[in-house]
């Protein structure tokens, strides 16, 4: 078996990385880490585990793996990697800490860096568009949440050249566990019960990472929504010529045919005609769609992940997969649910 440590394993993303990783065929997860809940069961966080016979331990003192899963808040995979790299021959990381190719990125868009060296050396994951830089890499930044359901539902018009001069507008909606098991007073229940709250009107730091790896500017926005998981992208797309339904069948098919993750949902009949949370909602699965707006020249593309499995601990299982040379979709084919409760 390859063994497997998670950096992080107390919060929301560590434990989708412990769930996965237990119906893994490949992994054995030695060590879980937090530091707030250590020498507790992963069950005493994560209720859903509790039949796993394995304890939280302090990260100060990390095993000697083959893969170590980073999934901690911005800035401490930055500041710790010397020593995650010394205990396991792959890091992947779920933060954003090196996701972004150059200093001058992070120091416009967030505090600066304080591995700038590594940058180059790191691998992007979004597998559908990194694929084979993945194969072999030992530094990987798993996407983020809202970037990964943009670029999915992107994608195929930047390839075919269907996005016009203008800037495309999206706007992405997303649940609340997107701010982590520590949340603050916005995620808490009360506040956050009924809302479809703007909560990154302008400026938010995935346009850099939508940019940085799609090669596209987009205007984006997002807003806080009343479910739990999920993050839903609305892209507003202007071709400068016209652009048919069949030509979008084409472009979509070409570039996803071949993808295990991803289903185009476009239309036909029935209640679920576009790409929607609840459908995917615990499974790595990704929906993209999208429809011809003639009379205004639009196109409207949307995208649909569960952030907390394609948008995050999915998807850093995935490259992992990639990365050790396992079959790429081990660990990851579950389905999800239906009917479901709000996700
Ligand atoms: N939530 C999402 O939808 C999502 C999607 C994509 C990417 N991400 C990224 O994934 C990362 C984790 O997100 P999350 O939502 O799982 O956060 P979270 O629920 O707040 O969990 C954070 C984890 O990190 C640990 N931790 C905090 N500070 C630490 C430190 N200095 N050293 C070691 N461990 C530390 C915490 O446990 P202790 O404090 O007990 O050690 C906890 O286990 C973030 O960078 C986030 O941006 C999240």
């Known amino acids: 078996m390859t063994t497997a440590s998670v950096v992080g394993a107390s919060g929301f993303t560590g434990g989708e990385l412990l769930r996965i990783l237990d119906g893994h065929p490949e992994f054995d997860v030695v060590q879980a880490t937090s530091r707030s809940s250590a020498n507790k069961t992963v069950g005493h966080a994560h209720p859903n585990l509790r039949h796993l016979d394995l304890r939280f331990s302090d990260p100060a003192e990390l095993e000697s793996v083959d893969v170590l899963f980073a999934a901690t808040p911005h800035g401490v995979s930055m500041d710790q990697i010397d020593r995650f790299r010394e205990a396991a021959d792959r890091v992947v990381d779920l933060s954003a800490d090196f996701r972004l190719d150059t200093e ?4 416009e868009w967030y505090d600066g860096h304080a591995r700038p060296d590594l940058l180059a050396e790191s691998e992007y994951a ?13 530094l990987i930044a ?18 075919a050249g269907y996005v016009g ?13 997107e701010g982590g098991a520590g949340g ?27 940019e940085g790896h799609l090669g596209l500017s987009v205007a984006f926005t997002a807003h806080a929504v009343d479910m739990t ?11 400068d010529d016209r652009v048919t339904t069949g030509d979008l069948w084409t472009a979509y ?3 996803y045919d071949d993808e295990p993750f991803v289903r185009l949902v476009a239309g036909g009949s029935g209640v679920y005609r576009y790409p929607e949370p609840k459908a995917v909602a ?41 990365a050790c040379g396992f079959v790429e979709t081990a660990g990851l084919e579950q389905t999800g649910y239906h009917p479901v409760g709000a996700p």
């Open 142 to 159: 798993s996407g983020g949440c809202n970037a990964t359901a943009t670029i999915l539902a992107l994608k195929p018009l930047v390839d």
């Open 253 to 255: 098919r070409g570039v």
């Open 126 to 138: 979004l597998p559908e568009i990194n694929r084979e830089n993945l194969r072999d890499a030992t």
């Open 104 to 107: 001058a990125e992070y120091d």
């Open 282 to 322: 615990g499974s790595n699965y990704a929906e993209v769609g999208f429809v011809v707006d003639p009379g205004n020249a639009r196109i409207v593309a949307f995208g649909a992940i569960d952030n907390m499995v394609k948008g995050s601990a999915g998807q850093a299982v995935h490259a992992a997969n990639l």
């Open 184 to 210: 603050g007073a916005a995620s808490s229940h009360a506040e956050r019960s009924g809302v479809v709250r703007p909560y990154a009107a302008t400026g938010h730091r995935h346009e850099a990472e939508i």
């Open 165 to 177: 001069d203008r800037t495309p507008v999206v706007d992405v909606k997303v649940g609340s566990s």
């Open 229 to 239: 998981r999920g993050a839903a992208a609305t892209c507003h797309v202007f071709p």
